[in-house]
């Protein structure tokens, strides 16, 4: 999926692109069947505190997989989707044949119904430290209908080029969290199968999930490769899987075999099993 100029403009001038309909309801269904697979094998873990940044929270719920390759075929194989190899790089690069995108990072978040707890606001960047925020991306899936009532992402435009104060969060065991102005934050509704893609600079945050179906949201994190150098987290510098560009190779390097061109077949399995 190559953006029109459009689209490209908003993402550099907002720091968000939402993009209906990115994925099929038949890939929606794989991930809707995988993330329950992972889920009964018990590899998420909830990361939502009582509010110290230590004690598991006993009424709220945040769970998180993150990295999720070594555990699932399946969401290995989705940064290879050939159209989030054309998205990325349409929004990171600069229009260039040679442009190289890599992957930084990839996780989920489940909201269980009723009590699942939201992700504080801040900034990638703030753990991810890149020089440029615009040649960072996050590609957020919606697994699942994401509403305001289920504590759907919100944004705050135009704010990607500002490096806001970070401090432990205490609602977490984990992350960090800032405090922007939320009179300027939009929420980004969007039905399963929908992307969101963010500014690694872009504040952004969820709520919690009071209804009576759980919520995911799959987001998967790409760096342009002139900035993986000093990009902290994620995978290791080296180890960085090159989606598009002249070193790419499809995952041979990294993963010791081809993972490009295997996206269909992983989702067909997942729905076959």
């Known amino acids: 999926m190559i953006f029109t100029n459009e689209q490209r403009e908003q993402f550099r001038t907002e720091g968000y692109l939402a993009v209906p309909n990115f994925w099929t309801p038949i890939e929606v269904a794989a ?7 992972l889920k009964a094998e018990g590899l998420l873990r909830n990361v939502a505190t009582a509010g110290d940044g230590q004690t598991a929270s006993p009424t709220k719920a945040n769970l998180q997989l993150c990295p999720m390759y070594p555990h699932s075929a399946f969401f290995r ?25 890599v992957l930084h990072l990839d996780q989920v978040f489940l909201k269980p119904a009723k009590h699942g707890a939201g992700t504080n606001w ?29 504590g759907t992402l919100r944004v705050i435009p135009r704010a990607f080029d500002t490096p806001l104060p970070h401090e432990r969060d205490g609602d977490s065991d984990h992350h960090i969290r800032c405090f922007p102005d939320e009179s300027l934050a939009i929420p980004l509704e969007i ?20 209804t009576d179906t759980e919520r995911a949201g799959v987001a998967l994190h790409f760096i342009h490769a002139n900035q993986s150098g000093r990009a902290r987290g994620g ?11 002249e070193n790419a190779t499809g995952g041979e390097a990294e993963y010791g075999t081809r993972i490009a061109g295997t996206w269909d ?9």
Do not use: C
């Not at 194989?77 to 995108?101: H, I, Q, R, T, Y």
């Not at 992307?195 to 999930?209: C, D, E, I, R, V």
């Not at 995978?235 to 560009?245: A, C, D, I, N, Y």
């Not at 077949?265 to 099993?273: P, S, T, Y």
């Open 31 to 37: 991930m809707q069947k995988e993330l329950e697979r």
């Open 122 to 150: 801040h900034q990638d960047n703030a753990y991810f430290q890149i020089p440029d925020p615009l040649k960072g991306t996050a590609l957020w899936t919606a697994v699942h209908n994401a509403t305001i009532a289920n």
């Open 191 to 210: 039905v399963a199968g929908g992307a969101l893609f963010f500014a690694y600079g872009t504040p952004h945050a969820t709520g919690a999930n009071t």
């Open 265 to 273: 077949a992983q989702v067909a399995r997942v729905l076959a099993a």
């Open 77 to 101: 194989a989705m940064p290879f989707a050939p159209k989030v190899a054309e998205a990325v790089a349409s929004l990171l690069g600069d229009g260039n044949s040679g442009d190289s995108v």
């Open 235 to 245: 995978f290791e510098t080296g180890k960085r899987p090159v989606l598009t560009g």
